[in-house]
């Protein structure tokens, strides 16, 4: 009975002491504890929890749509920085709604919804700045002396990239980019739909991009963006 | 131009493989109204089907938690100062002086150390506090580790402390009374029968028992647990009322179960407390450790340790996360503990310990209260809150009549 010494009426001022130090320095700290499960936490739980203010809670949501949201908004806006800004964004919204989550029916389409209109202003501009950049005007580019560093490098980290892809996805991407197959073609060969050989590519572009946002210790997005946009000699 | 010029372009576009004459004429397109619509619709499609997901990048994933981590902790920052603030104005209580009590604190920083640590070593230890000294047996007393056995045939058995020993057989189990604490025990017997009993604590009682499967039980005051001899079958079931805690000894191929009131908890093994008390408004399970699956009529919430399923009415889950566990399993460990405890829940705990009826004359403020207090204080020390937040009241043998 460690306490029992401490427990007369003489010493309340001392033990109220110590019970207020206790809750003032000690409670911050019992958070210690482990992640929230997978399976057995679920979205519902989820939502409601962030919309009583749950930080951890939140955390968990961003972990388990992080991907999704990222990968959707980076195929459309084909810039790995742009989608992460607007994955960013996405989840701030969510968070900052939290309160109407819980009449959230179909979380999915709320996600999406956020990012839309964001994605699709990205895309528009995308298109702009893509059109009339013709692959000679790169060409003209490689050429100069002090560029030709700068290619090689990028060259080199796609490269990489594509080494990392996932096997089958590796394939298709070589099979499409490097050997130039169409993708009726690999559909045969591979023996998968035409919309599986599409979104392998799509995948790979993004991977790519993702890879090379993440690992360039300088980024020289232009010149990539012409590489894996354009086809051009080097694939 | 029709849908499949769009579709055609859009692809050509997420492969990376438009022409720019292309990229123009899809820049067209979007800017019209009606094929904005449709590029809408193929974009949720992708989206609802995760065509596109990424497959995780750890760089990229921190960084998002860590942007996101700062924007929230400012938000939550303004809250923290603004609960603070309406706390302060609510608690005009004497028990707790932040500032004071930081300048007591330097003093007695040491003190702590050791009753943290004293307390902590504690809190493992399964045998009961001390039996309240007898000196305090005035009408008035706290409670007692006290108890009463039923058997499957009917008979009673008193429990408390001082006795000691073999007190039945249930079948192959020997129930054994041992410190304050009852114990199910496999004996060699070959009576495999399967025996209910149950043990009940009333106001100003609480007791301690292992069942057969090892599973730790600690039932507060006017609580009670069904439970069999042995536990046959695929599962493990017990039905409490009251406040019960469990350590719940770790067995994935036997679940648990606990029965309260219609609502249903289910674990493998693991530590949690359930408060059921049928005047108080809210059903409350809280994890301590592992994990366990709450269920009432057709509401079903997952608690991860720390987190704490709040059933009001029917069918109403909610789950909190973050609790004061050290507050909610005081009880157990011999003390009160009251964090922002409203006035009236403080003279429920407060009825059921030391077994006063509580009347209430007229309305009490609403109050909170912070502060822990031993389990083994007398009621008069207990009632020194009262006083202490102005409220006037009187003791009438066993009623505590709330005057203002």
């Known amino acids: 009975m460690g306490f029992e010494p401490f427990i007369s009426d003489d010493y309340y001022g001392i033990f109220f002491g110590l019970v207020c130090f206790y809750f003032c320095i000690f409670k911050g700290q019992q958070t210690g504890e482990e992640p929230l499960s997978g399976p057995l936490y679920n979205e519902r739980e989820l939502l409601i929890c962030i919309a009583d203010g749950d930080q951890k809670a939140f955390t968990r949501l961003v972990d388990m749509y992080w991907n999704k949201v990222y990968g959707h908004a980076l195929a459309y806006t084909k810039s790995s920085p742009r989608a992460q800004e607007i994955t960013q964004d996405v989840f701030l919204q969510v968070w900052i709604k939290r309160q109407t989550l819980s009449e959230v029916n179909d979380f999915n389409n709320f996600l999406f919804i956020l990012g839309k209109n964001k994605i699709i202003s990205s895309m528009r501009k995308k298109l702009d700045e893509l059109a009339g950049k013709e692959p000679v005007d790169l060409l003209e580019d490689v050429l100069l002396p002090d560029r030709q560093l700068e290619y090689k490098q990028v060259y080199h980290q796609i490269m990489e990239a594509i080494e990392n892809l996932p096997p089958t996805r590796k394939l298709v991407f070589k099979m499409s980019r490097i050997e130039g197959l169409t993708y009726e073609e690999i559909s045969q060969r591979l023996n998968i739909s035409r919309n599986t050989v599409k979104e392998h590519i799509v995948r790979g572009l ?30 | 131009m029709n849908d499949e010029t769009l579709k055609e372009l859009l692809e050509q576009y997420l492969t990376g493989t438009i022409t720019s004459s292309s990229k123009k004429e899809l820049a067209g397109l979007m800017d019209q109204p009606e094929y904005r619509e449709k590029l809408e619709l193929l974009m949720k499609e992708t989206f609802m089907a995760e065509s596109y997901v990424n ?95 039923k058997l499957a045939d009917g008979s009673v058995i008193i ?37 209910y009993n149950a043990v009940f ?14 599973t730790k039980v600690w039932l507060n005051a006017q609580s009670s647990i069904d439970f069999p001899n042995s536990f046959a079958g695929d599962e493990r079931k017990v039905e409490i009322t009251g406040e019960a805690y469990f350590e719940v000894e770790h067995n994935p191929t036997k679940p648990f179960h606990v029965t309260v009131n219609g609502m249903d908890v289910q674990v493998l093994g693991t530590r949690f407390n359930i408060n059921a ?30 987190s704490q ?55 009490i403020p609403d ?22 937040n102005n409220i006037k009241f009187h003791l009438e043998r066993k009623k505590l009549i709330v005057t203002q």
Do not use: C
């Open chain 1, 206 to 235: 993004s991977f790519i991009r993702t890879f090379i946002h993440t690992h360039a210790e300088m980024i020289f997005w232009l010149l990539y963006l012409y590489f894996v946009d354009n086809k051009t000699k080097i694939f």
């Open chain 2, 201 to 214: 604590t009333s106001n100003g009682e609480t007791y301690a028992m292992i069942l057969s499967d090892g």
């Open chain 2, 277 to 306: 008390y049928g005047d108080e408004p809210n059903m409350t399970t809280t994890l301590l450790e592992g994990k366990v699956k709450v269920t009432k009529d057709d509401a079903t919430g997952f608690l991860s340790p720390g």
């Open chain 2, 159 to 195: 429990l408390d402390s001082a006795i000691s020993g073999k007190l039945a057989q249930q079948g192959n189990v020997d129930v054994i009374n041992q410190n304050g604490r009852l114990i199910y025990q496999r004996s060699h017997s070959d009576k495999s029968e399967v025996l």
């Open chain 2, 55 to 149: 497959e995780g990048n750890e760089k990229l994933h921190t960084e998002i938690q860590e942007w996101l981590g700062e924007k929230i902790a400012g938000d939550d920052r303004t809250k923290i100062i603004e609960l603070q603030s309406t706390v302060a104005k609510r608690s005009s209580l004497i028990w707790y002086r932040r500032w004071q009590s930081v300048a007591a604190a330097a003093v007695i920083i040491l003190v702590v150390g050791v009753l943290l640590y004293k307390w902590q070593n504690n809190r493992k230890d399964f045998s009961p506090r001390e039996a309240p000294s007898v000196a305090q047996s005035d009408a008035n007393a706290p409670g007692k580790y006290k108890a009463k056995l």
């Open chain 2, 367 to 388: 109050r909170r209260l912070f502060g822990i207090m031993n389990r083994n204080s007398s009621l008069n020390s207990a009632l020194a809150a009262l006083k202490a």
């Open chain 2, 309 to 363: 399923a709040i059933i009001t009415g029917k069918n109403n889950l909610k789950i909190l996360n973050n609790v004061n566990t050290d507050q909610v399993v005081a009880w157990k460990e011999g003390f009160f503990n009251f964090d922002q405890t409203e006035l009236k829940e403080f003279l429920r705990q407060i009825a059921r310990w030391y077994d006063v009826e509580i009347v209430y004359q007229s309305e």
